[in-house]
């Protein structure tokens, strides 16, 4: 969610993964947790196993920018922080084509850990389906009502997806909350709004037709214009408050960096 790597502090988590560093700052944990008690009403177990969740989805997405950023040359490390994570390397090929397929990999490294899990379930419990929203009643009054009762389902985008309930509400609170994090949040990733990765996807498909300065400024407008349309759809037909005021929020700074931008001569680039 933010560009900036945070500053190292004395309670940072070191380790690492297929070879790439990995450094979590602490408050990463402090919004997991927060999440967690949300989403859990602050039940012990559920709290640490959302904590456990993010901690996945979020490394995962940053894997996926980091396998390809090794993949063109350079030698990435990724840190996890309070807003989300960064894949960070200063030697890779910064080309716009190489950019963007190293954008896209973090969201599309969500998404096949959620067909993993999709798949597991699926097998596991015997019943998987993605129903659209607009398919909705006619699926419902399909299936025997002692069937449905057995099910349980999340929302995302696409439609609700479906599968059979386990035993363990716990465990199906955190499958549920897997599949949101890696589908829901991996396709609002890729809106064309800053900093998200959908936001450098268009600075570089801009670049790639125009020269530099005129694809930043152009992928600066398109971030105002979707991030504005986004936090509306946010308020109005998800009635989700922390989407509005998040892309209400990003379409606001994406228009000061535009203002700001714009002032720049076309020599002066910008990452």
């Keep these: 969610m933010i560009l900036s790597e945070p500053p190292p502090t004395q309670a940072d988590l070191h380790f690492r993964v297929a070879g790439f560093p990995v450094r979590i700052h602490p408050f990463f944990w402090i919004v997991g947790l927060l999440l967690g008690l949300n989403a859990f009403n602050g039940e012990p177990k559920g709290t640490m196993l959302a904590v456990g969740v993010v901690f996945i989805s979020i490394l995962v997405h940053e894997l996926g920018h ?20 960064l894949a960070i390397c200063s030697d890779c090929d910064r080309s716009p084509r190489s950019q963007i397929l190293i954008s896209l990999a973090g969201p ?28 909705a009643s006619s699926w419902k ?6 069937v449905m009762g057995r099910l ?37 990733n890729l809106l064309p709004v800053y900093p998200l990765d959908g936001g450098q996807v268009a600075r570089d498909l ?3 037709s125009q020269n530099p300065h005129e694809g930043i400024t152009n992928s600066l407008r398109l971030s105002v214009a979707t991030g504005a349309a986004a936090a509306l759809l946010g308020l109005v037909v998800l009635q989700s408050i922390f989407i509005a005021l998040m892309f209400g929020y990003l379409a606001y700074t994406s228009y000061r960096t535009l203002q700001a931008y714009a002032g720049r001569g076309p020599g002066v680039g910008w990452r």
């Design 206 to 208: 801009f670049s790639l």
């Design 141 to 146: 009054e399909s299936l025997d009502p002692q």
């Design 66 to 85: 980091a396998f390809l950023q090794r993949k063109f040359g350079g030698r990435p490390r990724i840190v996890l922080h309070g807003f989300g994570g």
């Design 108 to 135: 599309c490294a969500g998404f096949v850990l959620a067909i993993a899990l999709a798949l597991l379930v699926g097998l596991t419990s015997g019943y998987l389906a993605l129903v659209p929203g607009w398919m």
């Design 152 to 188: 349980t389902g999340v929302d995302l985008l696409l439609g609700v997806l479906w599968f059979r309930a386990y035993d363990m509400e716990l465990l199906n609170m955190a499958i549920r909350m897997m599949f949101w994090i890696n589908i829901f949040w991996g396709l609002i």
